[in-house]
């Protein structure tokens, strides 16, 4: 199950195409798009997750990543802003 967190509203035309695609690929019953949470019910998925993708242009601070990470969760983004800086290669065993 892929859970999306975030505000679905602030780019609605955006939503729309990514649920569209998700709709034509058949993936639909394996997506649930989770909206804004309390942090609460954000900590209660960070601990049932297996990892944390945030595919933004640019991330100021980056805070989210650190967060993951507290939880244990590896955490992919892009190269750009904060994340840059606070996720680096490495390797768990």
Do not use: C, W
């Amino acid at each position: 199950m892929l859970t999306v967190v975030g505000n679905t509203n602030a780019n609605p035309s955006y939503t729309r195409a990514v649920s569209r695609q998700i709709t034509q690929a058949g993936l639909a019953p394996n997506v649930l798009f989770a909206g804004i949470l309390p942090d609460r019910e954000l900590s209660k998925y960070m601990k049932a997750s297996h990892v944390l993708v945030m595919p933004s242009s640019y991330e100021g601070h980056g805070i989210v990543y650190g967060e993951a990470m507290d939880f244990g969760l590896p955490a992919i983004g892009t190269t750009s802003g904060a994340a840059g800086e606070i996720i680096t290669h490495a390797m768990v065993s």
